[in-house]
């Protein structure tokens, strides 16, 4: 699978640009500040809708226009696809095959684009809440369902907490407990099941990064990640334990909103042992492994956006990634300074 054309018009400082791209690897040279990270932003936004920068739809917008349009057509074994999709200040409207569509969900059973900048080293250095942002995302590109569970959880997560702050009748409290915990479990199985399904090829795509093995583990960690025999009682029962506290603070103190996937290195925690060059590693390696995880899933090769690589990989580094990324023969789009 591989892009052939994009049009961009007036996405940040790009007032106008199309392309027609190889389905190997594609070079963007160009001095600083010309937007070539812009460029492959626009591309990352169009398969996801959302930002890599995590920048508000407005901000996207080049001064002085009223919406962004973004338009890519890509081919498998002959299909043609063709995505076209406006950014509004309020919210983005998106056109598959000429429909209009709400969820990206049947755009990305098809193309899977993932991107390598060098803000994407800092992932386990970051805050938890980058590592849970990250794995929705990821989760909910290669299951569907997950984005509905996660979407419903968060809503009762709102609403119970609007109560818990205000206040309210016993058996609505009773009501929004048990829809909490069945949507918590929901999501935190979900996870769970996510990162069984990745923890192979991650640690063999780290082991090829690396050139050794390294004893490397992750699991997800929190308040409920240690109760025995997972089930809504559990977590009901887990409530029980914190009511008091909750009613005090006005907001809920459990759930997979709070929970943090730890990645270790023997035992050690990656951020406190591992050098910044291990830790570049072991991100590049997760994104490999979901280009795995998709091309095992669809029989479609991946998209692979690379920003700057030659201030994040040594050229030793760099040649081994590309040819990791030519035997997936996915299509690369790489920027570089002159």
Not at 36 to 42: D, I, Q, V
Not at 81 to 102: H, N, Y
Not at 275 to 281: A, I, P, T, V
């Amino acid at each position: 699978m591989s892009i052939e054309e994009l049009h961009f018009r007036d996405f940040r400082n790009i007032q106008e640009q199309v392309w027609n791209l190889v389905p190997s690897l594609n070079v963007l040279e160009g001095e600083n500040a010309q937007g070539k990270t812009n460029f492959l932003e626009a591309v990352y936004f169009l398969a996801n809708g959302r930002s890599f920068r995590g920048t508000e739809y407005a901000g996207l917008i080049r001064f002085g226009a009223s919406e962004t349009q973004l338009h890519g057509r890509w081919s498998h074994e002959g299909l043609e696809s063709r995505l076209d999709m406006k950014i509004l200040p309020e919210g983005r409207e998106a056109k598959f095959q000429g429909k209009a569509i709400v969820r990206l969900a049947p755009v990305q059973a098809g193309l899977r684009v993932l991107v390598f900048t060098p803000d994407s080293s800092t992932l386990f250095r970051s805050p938890p809440q980058a590592r849970r942002k990250y794995f929705d995302h990821a989760i909910s590109v290669q299951r569907p369902a997950y984005a509905t569970a996660l979407s419903r959880y968060q809503r009762v997560l709102r609403q119970r907490n609007q109560l818990l702050e205000h206040g309210g009748d016993p058996t609505l409290e009773a009501a929004f407990d048990l829809q909490w915990a069945e949507c918590a479990l929901a999501v935190m199985k979900e996870r769970e099941s996510y990162l069984e399904e990745i923890r192979g090829p991650w640690r063999r795509r780290f082991r090829d990064l690396l050139g050794s093995e390294e004893a490397l583990d992750f699991q997800w960690r929190g308040e409920l990640t240690a109760v025995p025999n997972l089930e809504t009682e559990a977590l009901l029962k887990a409530l029980d334990g914190v009511r008091r506290e909750e009613k005090r603070r006005g907001r809920s103190l459990l759930g997979p909103q709070r929970d943090d996937l730890q990645v270790t290195f023997a035992g050690h925690p990656v951020k406190e042992v591992a050098s910044q060059g291990q830790q570049r590693m072991l991100v590049i390696a997760l994104k490999l492994a979901e280009a795995d995880l998709f091309q095992a899933q669809s029989g479609k090769s991946p998209v692979f956006l690379l920003d700057d690589l030659g201030s994040e990989l040594d050229a030793r580094h760099q040649g081994l990634l590309l040819r990791i990324l030519g035997a997936l023969k996915a299509q690369t789009l790489l920027t570089t300074a002159q």
